[in-house]
């Protein structure tokens, strides 16, 4: 069984910056695509950033140049550095793998359980 466990949301004022991370756990094989999505409150979830085995990212526009996604594939973990936040980036941020894992060789993807991210003055 999978888990994903997310931190360091919170609450910060605009042009603040927050670090989130996601551990996963299990019978994990191999990690390929880490992602980072975010929904507010009445709108889809969306993808905000993506970071491949090899390390090639993709980011939605709106956060490019200000959200960093990293990785570390010994840890299973993955990171997403958010500065210069703003009030439109309030949502709850999830993390979601694609990894294969011993019990079921063929990938699929596993979601974290979300952590809050709150941009207020």
């Known amino acids: 069984q999978v888990q994903l466990v997310e931190s360091g949301g919170g609450w910060v004022q605009p042009g603040e910056s927050l670090r989130l991370s996601c551990v996963a756990s299990?019978?994990?094989?191999?990690?390929?695509?880490m992602d980072w999505y975010r929904q507010a409150p009445g709108k889809q979830r969306e993808l905000v950033a993506q970071i491949a085995f090899g390390g090639t990212t993709n980011y939605k526009s709106s956060v490019r140049g200000r959200f960093t996604i990293s990785r570390d594939n010994a840890k299973n973990t993955v990171y997403l550095q958010m500065n210069d936040l703003k009030p439109e980036d309030t949502a709850v941020y999830y993390c979601?793998?694609?990894?294969?894992?011993?019990?079921?060789?063929?990938?699929?993807?596993?979601w974290g359980q979300g952590t809050q991210v709150t941009v207020s003055s």
């Open positions: 299990g019978n994990i094989l191999t990690t390929y695509a």
């Open positions: 979601k793998i694609l990894a294969n894992t011993e019990e079921r060789l063929s990938a699929q993807d596993y």
